[in-house]
Each structure stands twice: as structure tokens, then as C-alpha cells.
């Protein structure tokens, strides 16, 4: 169904990251992302075959782009507000990730987990659109896409491969990586780019973390006219509150502080800063202090790809 090629362990390895495993470039010949070898042998035929439903809710992004934020968002405004429901289960079993499976080491059935959600389900992804469900397409289900721009979502991205995968190379490598497409899920640009062509499709709404950072009350009026949904004022604003940086960091149910300490005890990766969060610092323009002048030309080289000139995409970086 797909080319597949193992990816170069040049930039990211055994050795430097312990929660690496067996990369896959998988491509269609044009598009390309990567995966694993567990994702190309047990999930990329039955997510292409995984039945869709018209009343299904996809959050999609690029990994570090503001998922977690959206996801909380949408299912409240899609749960009729129910704070108690969402502070009792895990976002991650509520809106779970169907790939996660296929990337991380521990055994999960995140597809069946998705599968088996009472509807309407919430599905999270970072998969391009050539790997989504071919029913996507024809069922036309709601998805909401986030962007963020690549700076700042490297340099999250960064603290998550040390924190989370056990990643001990430098910066500068890393960066490289990224930029090279070669970290899960790469490359950023293209995942956000067919997206973006897709943006004024009825079922879909394009979002920009920077403006969920900017004003987040008028992007969560967006998604909740875009779910067909009807709240008052004051209700947005409780929402605005509950989804607020503050607010997310101390929220168990969001904040994914069981799964850092899990990595930490069975993975024994995590020890370079035991103050680790994963909401960490919640702002644009987060690069300014960890990227130096040489990559941050790398990066502005690489957000100034012709194709995003061709189709008038530009991210935000204010
Ligand atoms: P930083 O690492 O820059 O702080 P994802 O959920 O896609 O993995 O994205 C994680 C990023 O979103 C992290 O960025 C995290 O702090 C940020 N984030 C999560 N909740 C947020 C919120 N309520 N407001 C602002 N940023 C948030």
C-alpha cells in the first residue's frame, strides 16, 4: 500500500534515546511521514480501513502544535460542559490518540480503544492526510486541524523527545532532525500544508495555536459554532478559565503527570529535570531563549518553503 524505508539512525538512535524504536519512512510517492515498523506491520491498513462516522470529532495536528488545549476544548463543548466527566477520565481515554499504540514501547490497542468509543467518539491523530481512514473522505466526519509554527513547536517537541523518549543528543542535532524529517510523525510542513488546502471544506476548521494564545475566547466561539453548539457568555468564559495554561498545568486529568511518572519508573528515562511538566511553558515565541541565531535561520529557511507561497499559507509566529 505504501513505500516503506527505514530511516537513517544518523540523527536519532539507541543510543541517544532509549525510547527510540525502529523509525519507517512510509510515502505514498509524493507524501512521506514517519512512523515505525510496528505501525507499517499492525496499523497503517486497518487505520486506512477504520470505519468513520458522520458525528465522529477528529482533533489532528502535528505533535507539540496545541492538541492536548484543543482536545480538553472540544470535548467539553461537545459534552455539554460536563467539568466532573472530563476531571474523572483521563483526556486520553475520553479523546484517545489511535496511533499511539504503533509509537510507544508499552503494549496498548489504541485502535480498538477508538473503535469501541461510545459515539459520538472523539479520535486524536497526528497523521497526514495520506494516512488517515479512506472513509474520512466520503464520511466527511468534523476535524479540526491546529498549527503552531515550527520554532516553537520544535523547541517543545525537543523537551518531549528528552522527557518522554529518553532523547541525550544535543540541540543542534536534534533541530537538524526536525528538520530533516526524521522524528515521528515528520515532516511538519507538509502535514500542515494539506490541511491548509482543505481549509475551507465544511467539515473542517483550520485553527493557529498562536491564535488560541492571542484570544482564546474567539477561537473557542469558532469551534463551538463549528461543533453546532450553543453556550452562554459567562459559560465561555468558565471554559476560557478551565482551558487556561494555569488552569491545564494542574489539571491530573490533562496534564499527563501519570504518564511521565510511568516513563520514569518502568522506562527509567526521565532524570535530567524532575520538574518536568508536559504543559511547560504555554507561550509563543518560547524559541527566543533556546534557539540560537544559526538555527533559527535554519528554521526561517525551511517555514519559507515555496509550495506554502504557491497556496498563500504562512504561520504565525506572533
Ligand atoms: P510548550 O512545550 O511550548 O509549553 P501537544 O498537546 O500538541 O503535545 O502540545 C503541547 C504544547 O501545548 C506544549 O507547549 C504545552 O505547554 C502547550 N499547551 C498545552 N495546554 C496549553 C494551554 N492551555 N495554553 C497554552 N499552551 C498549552
Redesign the pocket.
Known amino acids: 500500500m505504501f513505500h516503506t524505508e527505514k530511516v537513517s539512525e544518523n540523527y536519532i538512535n539507541k543510543d541517544n534515546c532509549p525510547g527510540y524504536y525502529n523509525y519507517v519512512e512510509l510515502s505514498d510517492g509524493v507524501n512521506r511521514c514517519v512512523l515505525t515498523d510496528k505501525y507499517v506491520d499492525h496499523y497503517a491498513e486497518e487505520i486506512k480501513n477504520f470505519e468513520v462516522f458522520d458525528d465522529d470529532i477528529w482533533v489532528i495536528?502535528f505533535?507539540?502544535?496545541?492538541?492536548?488545549?484543543t482536545q480538553e476544548i472540544v470535548w467539553l463543548l461537545n459534552n455539554n460542559l460536563d467539568y466532573e466527566g472530563a476531571y474523572n477520565t483521563l483526556l486520553d481515554v475520553r479523546f484517545p490518540f489511535i496511533e499511539i499504540g504503533a509509537i510507544v514501547k508499552d503494549p496498548r490497542d489504541s485502535i480498538n480503544h477508538c473503535k469501541n468509543l461510545q459515539r459520538p467518539r472523539h479520535i486524536k491523530t497526528h497523521l497526514p492526510k495520506f494516512l488517515l481512514p479512506n472513509q474520512i473522505w466520503t464520511v466527511k466526519p468534523k476535524i479540526i486541524y491546529v498549527a503552531r509554527n515550527p520554532k516553537?513547536a520544535a523547541?517543545?517537541y525537543f523537551?518531549?523527545y528528552r522527557h518522554i523518549i529518553g532523547y541525550t543528543g544535543t540541540k543542534d542535532e536534534f533541530f537538524d532532525a526536525y528538520l530533516a524529517g526524521k522524528l515521528l510523525h515528520s515532516p511538519i510542513n507538509e502535514n500542515v500544508l494539506e490541511f491548509w488546502k482543505l481549509r475551507d471544506e465544511p467539515n473542517i476548521l483550520f485553527l493557529y495555536y498562536e491564535d488560541m494564545?492571542r484570544n482564546l475566547k474567539e477561537e473557542i466561539l469558532k469551534m463551538m459554532n463549528f461543533l453546532g453548539k450553543s453556550y452562554t457568555d459567562e459559560q465561555i468564559d468558565k471554559l476560557c478559565d478551565h482551558?487556561?495554561?494555569k488552569s491545564?498545568k494542574i489539571n491530573p486529568s490533562v496534564n499527563r503527570e501519570q504518564r511521565i511518572k510511568t516513563v520514569k519508573t518502568v522506562h527509567n528515562y526521565v532524570s535530567k529535570d524532575e520538574n518536568f511538566t508536559?504543559?511547560?511553558?504555554?507561550?509563543i515565541g518560547?524559541h527566543h531563549k533556546e534557539m540560537t541565531e544559526e538555527q533559527k535561520a535554519k528554521f526561517d529557511k525551511y517555514m519559507a518553503w515555496s509550495e506554502f507561497a504557491n497556496v498563500g499559507f504562512e504561520y504565525k509566529t506572533k
Do not use: I
Open positions: 495536528t505533535p507539540k502544535c496545541g492538541t492536548t488545549w516553537d523547541v517543545s523537551h518531549h494564545k482551558t487556561s495554561f491545564m508536559f504543559m511547560r511553558e504555554g507561550k518560547s
